[in-house]
């Protein structure tokens, strides 16, 4: 079992940066591939990034890359995702995932079902 607990939520200017933990419970944290996802009022949930196990490989949605950067410490058992460049449109609840390590194949990792454990969320608010 693996509980994830999601910080940093915030209200920022557009143009601004904001960085999200998703800290895990569990010895074997390690052995987890990690995404974090967001929803936006009205939307459904989009997937954001994702990174492998030893945090050697990651993924970002188109939306992401170049913007956002996701990074793990399995020594403190947390997930990071440093978000800059905010945009209006990156107002979302955030949520941070976890699956047991496997196969690393891209489009699978942006399907919320391929996921077993998951966060309650954080609120991201940029302003204009």
């Known amino acids: 079992q693996v509980q994830l607990l999601e910080s940093g939520a915030g209200l920022v200017e557009a143009g601004g940066s904001l960085r999200l933990s998703c800290a895990a419970s569990g010895r074997t944290f390690s052995s987890y591939d990690v995404g974090w996802f967001r929803q936006a009022p009205g939307k459904e949930r989009e997937f954001v990034a994702a990174?492998?196990?030893?945090?050697?490989?990651?993924y970002y949605a188109d939306s992401a890359k170049g913007r956002f950067i996701i990074s793990r410490d399995n020594a403190k058992n947390t997930v990071y995702l440093q978000m800059n460049s905010l945009k209006p449109e990156d107002t979302a609840l955030y949520y941070c995932a976890a699956r047991i390590r496997k196969l690393w194949v891209r489009e699978v990792l942006r399907k919320e079902v391929e996921y077993d454990y998951w966060g309650q969320g954080t609120q991201v608010t940029v302003s204009s």
């Open positions: 990174i492998n196990w030893s945090g050697g490989v990651t």
